[in-house]
């Protein structure tokens, strides 16, 4: 049976800006930790400080998609490297490699097991998505509205972490909500809820804030004898 690209998408262009924290995972993690109500005004600067003060994050991922029974459906590991404005990759490791890079014109995905790239123009594929969150930030305030902000203790036992909530402006969305969860600025899990009831959620380890990626990570040619369908 073939796995269509659109669930190496989803997960990413769909779901990606909920964040939990870079923390080992208990065999069922909730989606946030709780904690006291923060004013929105706060939570707009920690978002703010990631948007304009980090320009480059790269990371290890584990995600974990559950249905509104809350079963388990997929968890996958990978890396994960974003360059702004417009630039990422989210190459997924297990169970099934999948690499998908955005060149800032282009939305590239690629599936070795099938062979196959699909190529999308960026602008169309990423508009009000939290993927563009993360690579353009100036989406921020024009796409998505900031509520129910909160504090939590961050996962590691050490200090806080500002938890925000977005939900799309456009009735249109694929989604319901994005939370964040972020720790000095700097995004360490995200928790997307789709219009379903389920919800996916991405933790990030091992990061890296504002050092070099190299610029063949943030391009793909088409490997050799693949099969490339064209989505405009």
């Known amino acids: 049976m073939i796995r269509s690209s659109a669930r190496a998408l989803r997960p990413l262009v769909g779901l990606l800006l909920i964040v939990p924290l870079s923390a080992p995972m208990a065999a069922e993690p909730s989606p946030l930790p709780e904690g006291p109500s923060a004013s929105t005004e706060a939570a707009t600067s920690a ?7 980090v320009s480059s994050f790269e990371a290890d991922f584990e995600q974990i998609q559950r249905d509104d029974t809350g079963f388990e459906l ?11 404005p417009g630039r990422f990759r989210w190459e997924v490791r297990s169970p099934f490699p999948q690499t998908v890079v955005a060149d800032s014109e282009t939305l590239w995905t690629y599936e070795p097991d099938l ?24 989406a ?4 998505f509205r900031i509520v129910a902000p909160e504090t939590a203790t961050a996962l590691d036992g050490e200090g806080e972490a500002q938890v925000v909530r977005l939900e799309p402006r456009s009735a249109e969305s694929d989604f319901q909500s ?8 700097v995004p360490r899990a995200l928790v997307f809820a789709d219009q379903l009831g389920g919800q996916t959620t991405v933790r990030f380890s091992n990061i890296t804030v504002n050092g070099e990626i190299a610029p063949e990570q ?15």
């Not at 943030?218 to 405009?232: I, Q, S």
């Open 178 to 185: 994005v939370t964040l969860l972020l720790a000095e600025g």
């Open 218 to 232: 943030l391009r793909f040619t088409p490997p050799k004898g693949a099969d490339v369908v064209v989505v405009e």
């Open 47 to 53: 978002l703010k400080r990631f948007v304009e003060e």
């Open 140 to 143: 921020l305030e024009t796409r």
């Open 115 to 138: 062979a196959q790239v699909t190529r999308r123009p960026a602008d169309a594929a990423l508009a009000g998505t939290p993927a563009e969150l993360l690579a353009d930030g100036s």
């Open 74 to 84: 997929e968890r996958s590991e990978g890396r994960f490297w974003l360059q702004r």
